[in-house]
């Protein structure tokens, strides 16, 4: 597996002259950051020469992810998906994450279809200082007729820039979407038994990725793999189905059956990206909407931690789409690298030399936390942010990486005593055993805050006077 390749093993292949164009002092450090996916072959320059060509495919074979990465493209916009090098997150972390794409159908009325589309456009939330948001649109041809869809094409692409997936099993309508696209990279979906010679020409012409959809049977998908592989088609994504309600079970066991072939036996006709289709919980469960809603939700978010590479939705509630992408954004951090801001002073509203001065850690669930309910209560201060390497107010104290010293340090150089008139910190409730180490090291009055940020407003209205904004 790749994991397991040491720098020893890359350093071999490397041109091993210490130049330093890759960023690197030496081409040893140059090759511990390939292992550890945090640099590209491409950029060592001298790797790239032709004379190294043969070193060059030594080390892509080396280091290639046992999935495939594929791009889709339009004039603006790009998304990547696949490209894992690991089965389990743990192992080094997951690369890209899951593009969600909403549906759209070719008989829908022109004003419905482009009111939908710019909902599914639009769709964007801010969270932990990140904004997530839906990444591809997926047009359905219902109307099974050409030149509906090439209008339905065109209709979404006068409204948005958003990448496509092209759904039919019709080569002759998928033909039509593509010539609307031209200089694009629609995913086109898809080849079955019965259309794949057809599909993969599309695939081929146009240069497009091309799914291969074989609900319930994987010795078929496997066997057109290894066909439009023949042929000359390497962009592919494979759609095993997706089967809501009582055969839930079977859906993921297929998906994680696909994945384990991948990583554990390196059967490289499975190593490609995993598409699920939350969106068939509309036509398998029976009831009513909100009983579909829920049960994509559920199909979804199974599927983001169960392998999944792409997903096609249906639904747009909220409280359906902004916990998947909440689950999303959380699954593809790495785990190596708490998700962190830079350290520093914050002025929060418009604060003046009696607002209080607060502090809190660089993780950025607990300073974006601490922001919201600051912010929320229209309170003006000044927030000092210290550098705990990404890590919580409890575990910076635990770990030792908030101490008295780096209170002091990150005091001093915010230049915040300048700022203000009073000498007064307030400190996180969770950091109280450090109040009086903090006060020795940096000659400021601690007062100890509250444990959750949330009640920030009734301390300050207690403990502060004249500090909340009106």
């Known amino acids: 597996m790749a994991t397991s390749i040491s720098p020893t093993e890359i350093y071999k292949?490397?041109?091993?002259?210490?130049?330093?164009?890759?960023?690197?002092?030496?081409?040893?450090?140059f090759a511990v950051k390939l292992v550890n996916r945090e640099a590209f072959l491409q950029q060592c320059p001298p790797l790239m020469r032709p004379e190294f060509k043969e070193n060059f495919d030594k080390l892509?074979?080396?280091?290639?992810?046992?999935?495939?990465?594929?791009?889709?493209?339009?004039s603006a916009r790009s998304v990547k998906f696949g490209g894992e090098y690991v089965m389990f997150r743990h192992e080094l972390t997951y690369v890209n994450p899951d593009p969600i794409a909403i549906d759209v159908t070719d008989t829908m009325e022109k004003e419905a279809l482009i009111e939908r589309v710019k909902r599914i456009d639009e769709l964007s939330y801010y969270y932990i200082g990140r904004e997530i948001r839906l990444d591809l649109i997926a047009l359905r041809s219902v109307s099974k007729d050409p030149e509906t869809f090439r209008s339905a094409v065109r209709t979404i692409r006068e409204n948005t820039d958003m990448p496509l997936i092209l759904c039919s099993f019709?080569?002759?309508?998928?033909?039509?979407?593509?010539?609307e696209l031209k200089g694009e990279r629609p995913l086109i979906y898809g080849a079955t038994k019965d259309n794949w010679a057809k599909m993969g020409e599309l695939a081929l012409k146009y240069n497009c990725p091309l799914v291969i959809y074989s609900p319930g049977d994987l010795d078929n998908l496997v066997s057109i793999v290894s066909t439009l592989r023949k042929y000359g088609v390497e962009d592919l994504a494979l759609d095993p189905g997706t089967f809501p309600g009582e055969y839930m079970h079977y859906t993921i066991n297929n998906f994680t059956m696909l994945r384990w072939k991948a990583f554990k036996d390196e059967e490289e006709l499975v190593g490609y990206p995993l598409v699920g289709s939350p969106i068939a919980c509309w036509w398998m469960i029976e009831g009513d909407e909100l009983t579909k809603n829920w049960w994509e939700a559920l199909v979804a978010s199974s599927l983001i931690v169960r392998y999944a590479d792409l997903l096609i939705m249906h639904g747009l509630e909220g409280w359906v789409l902004l916990p998947l992408l909440m689950l999303r954004e959380n699954i593809y951090t790495d785990p190596r690298k708490p998700v962190s801001v830079d350290p520093g002073l914050r002025k929060i509203?418009?604060?003046?030399?009696?607002?209080?001065?607060?502090?809190?850690t660089n993780f950025a669930l607990t300073y974006y936390t601490v922001l919201s309910d600051i912010e929320s209560a229209k309170i003006d201060c000044f927030l000092l942010v210290v550098d705990t390497e990404g890590l919580s107010v409890e575990s910076a104290v635990a770990g030792r990486k908030l101490t008295a010293d780096e209170v002091a340090s990150a005091?001093?150089?915010?230049?915040?005593?300048?700022?203000?008139?009073h000498r007064k910190l307030i400190i996180p409730?969770?950091?109280?055993?450090?109040?009086?180490?903090?006060?020795?090291?940096?000659?400021?009055?601690?007062?100890?805050?509250?444990?959750?940020?949330?009640?920030?407003?009734?301390?300050?209205e207690e403990k502060w006077k004249g500090t909340a904004a009106s």
């Open 13 to 29: 292949y490397l041109p091993r002259t210490n130049c330093g164009e890759c960023g690197e002092t030496t081409c040893m450090a």
């Open 60 to 74: 892509w074979s080396m280091l290639k992810p046992p999935v495939r990465e594929i791009e889709l493209r339009s």
């Open 411 to 421: 005091l001093k150089e915010s230049g915040v005593e300048n700022l203000v008139k």
């Open 170 to 179: 019709d080569p002759k309508v998928i033909e039509a979407g593509l010539e």
């Open 429 to 460: 409730g969770r950091a109280a055993r450090l109040s009086g180490e903090i006060e020795d090291a940096t000659g400021w009055e601690v007062l100890v805050g509250p444990m959750d940020s949330s009640g920030i407003p009734k301390f300050l």
């Open 349 to 360: 509203g418009e604060p003046d030399e009696n607002s209080p001065v607060m502090m809190t």
